[in-house]
């Protein structure tokens, strides 16, 4: 961008802060007077202070979340080692001319063409975003293994998980004082830098922008590079080190066919294919979810999602039981050909209607629910939970004290609030346990969920149950909540599924389909007993009374684009927590997010968000499906990061559910209005 006259030049002399910008508005602050000097502070590229800068007009403040265009020169390898060579010893800022967003640095030797974004601002600034696309004349990849969208995907998460394994294993990922190299310097004059980062793959194979295959067999990987610096000085031969030496050898070791283990690449994406085809086959079989014969549903630790060995307790000690494979009872198994692997895999089927997990605490229940609510995402081999599949469209729900509602109607649950208050059109920034689960499942609802997965451990017992002791103490006039014991047949009837932990109330015994019992982490199909026990005992009066009603109304809802913009500087500080402006998005409640980098898509999918008009009329379901389609196309998530800066390859597709989820819980003043029917 061309600097104005009037601007000030990067650190001013002045230091008075001036006024600040007004985000909203677009003003932008001016620059104070106070301190030393002419007072040209600090300008608009520190929107947070306000004031003008080189950077941007003195009228128009600087979005913090929009990135700078960088530079874009190009050329030869050796010209960008040359380059750097020349840099060695200058000021950190001229960085920027090795910066490359279209023309790219081509390594004819070693087949392939290098992007660079635009440089860091200094040595404690975000590293540099880079890219290679390795052609495919050189990656060497057989068509085969990526010759339809799953299959891409799968090769994609192998040469990630292959890429990220070779920065450790050569160092690559540790910079000045960190082992890498030996510089061992800290402090301002220190040597800083140096490291590559690429994202760290999860247990789960998802669709990401650290590396991806294009159709045409070009191979494009997505990572950072901290440019190694001493105090703000350039370290350009370090620097050169790193880009002649280090890269090309992550992408021989890395990206190449021939150099990987071939029969591990075909497993790898075979694999994930078959997974896939088995979800995709559950609902044409009646079924809702499938775990097979001998999958290793628990965890090593709370922290870490990899499987548990023999002998391991849960806190990762040796020492504790032997581990117990999951094994189906004969009357609920079901059996898949699988198309790729040539072999049957059996297991038990969870069929649609209303299933029931019951058993003594800590038998596995909820081990078990927990491997069905990231049943919708592929494993890689050796996870234990490959082949453990869940309807794509099953959500997970519970009870969240606090949370933020707009615009919800949950009269199907909760009507007849105290003074008159309603609940078909029902806003609170806190909610209670049974407002917050009321609205939850109506949201999922709205989103198109065809299969809710419910662990009594985390609902609202008010919520889910009453029995007639009660009803008789307190009359049903007086009590706003229709609990959600009344409700799941009717929800049944609607085509909507349950599998639901309980281990509490026996009253569910009157409503359920199939009941499973785990004892000691074995599986047994007792659903001939529980229906027997409900024969011999008088139904809950409330159950029989609601089985004749409806559910009631789902009420679309419209977002509002501008209360989505944020005020300020939007940032992920983890899986589970977005500082939105000046806002705190918490989604921690959303339990089927996997990867921090689902939610630093989901936080620029809610900034695209507010670039709706206010007046539109699509709903939720309508936009986050149309944004769906979006990511269908060709440059898949880029799309979210098209204004945030380039090759970004932090991201990971997460689902219009969990999407939905963040958009719901956002605490901002007029986020939605029901869509009224004229």
């Known amino acids: 961008m061309t600097s104005s006259k009037s601007s000030g030049r990067g650190r001013g002399r002045g230091r008075g802060r001036g006024r600040g910008g007004d985000f909203r508005s677009g003003r932008s602050g001016q620059g104070g007077s106070g301190g030393r000097g002419s007072g040209r502070g600090r300008g608009a590229s520190y929107s947070d202070r306000g004031g003008s800068s080189s950077h941007a007009a003195p009228s128009q403040a600087h979005d913090p979340n929009l990135s700078r265009p960088g530079g874009d020169n190009g050329g030869s390898h050796a010209a960008l080692i040359e380059l750097l060579h020349r840099l060695d010893g200058k000021q950190y800022p001229a960085y920027h001319d090795i910066e490359s967003s279209t023309k790219g640095w081509v390594h004819d030797a070693e087949g392939y063409r290098l992007y660079i974004a635009r440089a860091q601002s200094d040595p404690f600034a975000k590293p540099t975003r880079c890219r290679i696309v390795v052609n495919s004349a050189t990656a060497k990849f057989p068509p085969v293994a990526h010759q339809n969208k799953i299959r891409s995907v799968a090769l994609g998460d192998y040469l990630n998980r292959a890429f990220y394994q070779c920065c450790k294993a050569m160092g690559a990922d540790r910079g000045a004082g960190e082992g890498g190299g030996g510089q061992g310097g800290k402090g301002w004059n220190g040597p800083k830098g140096g490291d590559i980062e690429i994202a760290n793959p999860s247990q789960n194979v998802i669709e990401q922008t650290a590396v991806r295959v294009l159709p045409s067999g070009d191979v494009v990987a997505q990572f950072t590079v901290n440019l190694p610096a001493r105090g703000r000085t350039i370290q350009g031969h370090r620097a050169a080190q790193i880009f002649d030496k280090t890269l090309p050898q992550l992408v021989q070791k890395a990206l190449v066919y021939p150099s990987l283990e071939q029969a591990a690449v075909t497993r790898h994406v075979l694999s994930v294919e078959d997974q896939e085809w088995v979800r995709a086959n559950l609902d044409a079989r009646g079924l809702v979810a499938f775990v097979p014969d001998g999958a290793v549903l628990p965890r090593k630790s709370g922290a870490d999602d990899s499987p548990m060995e023999d002998g391991m307790v849960d806190n990762g000690h040796a020492g504790g039981p032997q581990l117990v494979r999951f094994h189906s009872p004969d009357t609920l198994r079901v059996s898949f050909d699988l ?171 009157d409503v359920q389909d199939t009941t499973i019992m785990m004892d000691c982490y074995s599986c047994h199909d007792v659903t001939v007993h529980a229906k027997k026990i409900a024969a011999t005992r008088a139904a809950n009066s409330g159950v029989v009374a609601a089985a004749k009603g409806s559910f009631g109304n789902v009420t679309p809802r419209c977002p509002i684009g501008p209360a989505f913009k944020p005020n300020g500087k939007v940032a992920v500080r983890s899986k589970k927590v977005v500082a939105y402006g000046d806002v705190e998005l918490d989604l921690s409640a959303l339990e089927q997010l996997v990867s921090k980098e689902q939610t630093n898509a989901i936080a620029l999918a809610l900034q695209r968000l507010a670039e709706m008009p206010a007046g539109s009329k699509m709903t939720i379901f309508q936009v986050l499906t149309q944004l769906n389609s979006l990511l269908d196309q060709g440059d898949g998530l880029d799309h979210l990061s098209a204004k945030h800066g380039q090759f970004d390859g932090t991201l990971a597709r997460p689902r219009i559910f969990e999407l939905a989820g963040a958009i719901n819980r956002l605490r901002a003043e007029g986020t939605f209005s029901q869509l009224t029917r004229n």
Do not use: W
């Open 339 to 509: 198309p790729n692997m040539g072999k049957t895999l059996a297991g038990i089927g969870i069929r649609k209607g209303i299933t029931l997990i019951v058993g003594g605490g800590f038998h596995g229940k909820s081990t078990l629910l927990s491997a069905l609510q990231v049943g919708m995402y592929n494993k890689i081999p050796g996870d234990g939970r490959e082949f453990c599949v869940c309807s794509p469209n099953a959500v997970k729900i519970r009870a969240e004290d606090g949370r933020n509602v707009s615009q919800v109607n949950i009269s199907p649950f909760i009507n007849n609030l105290p003074f008159g208050i309603g609940t078909d059109n029902f806003s609170t920034p806190d909610a209670s346990g049974s407002t917050s689960q009321a609205t939850n499942i109506m949201e999922a609802l709205e989103m198109g969920a065809k299969t809710l997965l419910i662990d009594e451990d985390t609902c609202a017992t008010n919520f889910m149950i009453r029995d007639d002791k009660m009803m008789q103490l307190v009359h049903k006039d007086k009590e706003p909540i229709t609990p959600f014991l009344y409700k799941v047949k009717t929800l049944a009837k609607q085509g909507i599924s349950v599998i639901l932990v309980v281990g509490s109330c026996g009253d569910f015994f």
